[in-house]
């Protein structure tokens, strides 16, 4: 069965400061990995994803990933954050050709922006 | 041009009472899915539909049945309603039931008093 860890609940970091959310996934095989973004009263909005190829991904809103498998990872990153990102991170795992229904999803990070 | 819409936004009942969620999607997508997102912010599948057909029911209480009239809209009806049922529900779909990625909606959120 697949999993998907998230460490951190909550990470506040300031205004300017640069971000890195922490994901690590358990999946037999070659793992379809997700971030998705949730704004305060909004649905889940999609980051960025991998499938395969390049392990580092560019995703919207200035965000990426690096897929490490040796330490089963997929941590997302922003250099730079800024008020807006403030809201709900959740990790997400899928395997190709499953239902996306079928893909979990880790607890989720809270991100607090400081001024 | 929202592409994954549901109705209403906010829904206050009292327990006992049977309700109603609407989704809609304008994106062409062949499958959609229903959410709960309890207070702990814990996201866990409920439904999903293939072209109007069920395709993954996990264990929700049978108080719980979904409805999709086509493949465009899939709707949650709730009966005697529990105050275990407060959350946020949402509703997604994905291109087929081999894509994994999913576009949300905005969320229902249910109170039950």
């Known amino acids: 069965a697949q999993s998907v860890t998230q460490p951190d609940i909550h990470i506040t970091v300031s205004e300017g400061a640069s971000l890195e959310l922490r994901c690590n996934y358990s999946?037999?095989?070659?793992?379809?990995l997700f971030w998705y973004v949730q704004s305060p009263g909004q649905g889940l909005q999609l980051l960025l994803k991998y499938f395969s190829g390049d392990t580092l991904v560019q995703g919207i809103k200035g965000f990426e990933a690096e897929f490490k498998r040796s330490q089963s990872s997929f941590n997302l990153r922003k250099p730079s954050v800024h008020w807006s990102d403030a809201a709900e991170y959740f990790c997400?795992?899928?395997?190709?050709?499953?239902?996306?229904?079928?893909?979990?999803f880790g607890d989720g990070t809270t991100l607090t922006v400081k001024p | 041009d929202t592409a994954v819409s549901q109705t209403p936004k906010y829904l206050v009942t009292q327990m006992g009472n049977d309700k109603s969620i609407k989704c809609e999607q304008n994106?062409?997508?062949?499958?959609m899915y229903w959410y709960k997102q309890d207070s702990k912010k814990f996201l866990k599948i409920m439904f999903s539909?293939?072209?109007?057909?069920?395709?993954i029911n996990e264990t929700v209480p049978n108080r719980f049945s979904p409805k999709s009239p086509d493949k465009a809209h899939l709707n949650l009806h709730i009966n005697s309603l529990e105050l275990g049922d407060s959350a946020v529900y949402f509703c997604?779909?994905?291109?087929?039931?081999?894509?994994?990625?999913?576009?949300f909606g905005q969320g229902t959120r249910l109170t039950v008093v």
């Open positions: 997400a795992v899928g395997a190709e050709n499953t239902n996306a229904g079928k893909s979990t």
């Open positions: 997604a779909s994905s291109r087929g039931t081999g894509a994994t990625e999913a576009f």
């Open positions: 994106l062409g997508h062949d499958t």
């Open positions: 539909y293939n072209n109007k057909e069920l395709i």
């Open positions: 999946y037999g095989a070659t793992p379809y």
